[in-house]
C-alpha cells in the first residue's frame, strides 16, 4: 500500500538532546512538508521541501533542522535549541499540482522527560 | 501574513446538523480546504471548493464560500457519533505552496 510512515509514534526527549523523527513515502511525491500541532493552535509549518536537495524554513523553523538527499525521506531533527518541543508532530506530502491536497502521515507525539 | 480563524468548539445532538465556521485573509486563494482529524491521528482531506464557486455538495457535506466576507463554512447533515473529531479550514500560501490551518474546530456529537 502506498502512503507515509512516521516512526516513532511516540519519543521522549531528555534535555539538551537532539532527537530525529523519521518520514518515508512512496507515494512518489515530490513535495514533502512537517507540520507541528499544539492543543487549540492548529497546525504551523516547520520546514517544507518541493524537491530532492531542496528544502525552505517555514513560520516556526527555529531550533528544528531538515534534510531531504532522497525523494522518499524528509527527517526532522529537534535540536536541543527548541526549549519547548512537546508537541504532535505531522508529515505530509502533496498529492497532486493543487497546493492544498495534502495527504498526512499518522504523527509522532515528543515529549520532554 | 495569512490568518485563518475558526471557534474552537461545537456540540450537537445525533442527527441534527452541524455548521463550522471560518474566516481567512487571503483574498488570492484559489482553492479552500477542509481536514477532518480523529484522535491521535494525521489529518485527511474532506473537501475543497474553488474560489469562483459559492456552494460545493458532497453527500452529506455543504461548503458555502462568501468570499466578500472571507467566510467559509462547513455544514454536515445528519451528523453521527463518527462524525466527533478536529475540523480544520485551510488556505493555500501560493508563494510557499504550503497550507495555512487554522485552530481547529473540536466537533462533539452526543447520542
Known amino acids: 500500500d502506498g502512503g ?24 512518489n511525491h515530490d513535495a514533502m512538508y512537517w507540520y507541528r500541532q499544539d492543543p487549540g ?17 517555514g513560520d516556526i523553523a527555529e531550533g528544528y533542522s531538515v534534510s531531504r538527499e532522497k525523494k522518499e525521506s524528509f527527517p526532522l531533527t529537534v535540536t536541543s535549541a527548541q526549549k519547548n518541543p512537546t508537541a ?13 491536497q495534502l495527504f498526512f502521515g ?6 520532554v522527560l | ?4 480563524e475558526q471557534s474552537l468548539f461545537l456540540s450537537v445532538r445525533e442527527g441534527d446538523s452541524s455548521v463550522i465556521n471560518c474566516t481567512y485573509t487571503d483574498s488570492s ?10 484522535p491521535g491521528a494525521g489529518l485527511q482531506l474532506l ?8 456552494m460545493k455538495q458532497d453527500q452529506r457535506l455543504t461548503v458555502l464560500l462568501n468570499k466578500k466576507d472571507k467566510h467559509l463554512s462547513l455544514r454536515i447533515a445528519d451528523t453521527q457519533t ?4 478536529i475540523y480544520f479550514c485551510a488556505e493555500v500560501d501560493t508563494g510557499r505552496r504550503a497550507l495555512t490551518f487554522g485552530s481547529g474546530t473540536r466537533l462533539q456529537v452526543q447520542p
Do not use: H
Request: glycine content about 8%.
Open chain 1, 4 to 27: 507515509i510512515t512516521q516512526s516513532p509514534k511516540y519519543l521522549f526527549r531528555k534535555e539538551g538532546q537532539n532527537v530525529t523523527l523519521s518520514c518515508e513515502q512512496n507515494l
Open chain 1, 41 to 57: 493552535q492548529g497546525l504551523r509549518l516547520i520546514y517544507y521541501s518541493q524537491i530532492v536537495n531542496d528544502f525552505q524554513k
Open chain 1, 88 to 100: 504532535f508532530y505531522l508529515c505530509a506530502t502533496r498529492t497532486g499540482i493543487a497546493a492544498g
Open chain 1, 106 to 111: 499518522s504523527g509522532t507525539q515528543l515529549s
Open chain 2, 1 to 4: 501574513g495569512e490568518d485563518v
Open chain 2, 29 to 38: 486563494s484559489t482553492y479552500l480546504y477542509w481536514y477532518k482529524q480523529e
Open chain 2, 47 to 54: 473537501t475543497y471548493i474553488f474560489s469562483n464557486m459559492d
Open chain 2, 82 to 85: 463518527g462524525d466527533s473529531a
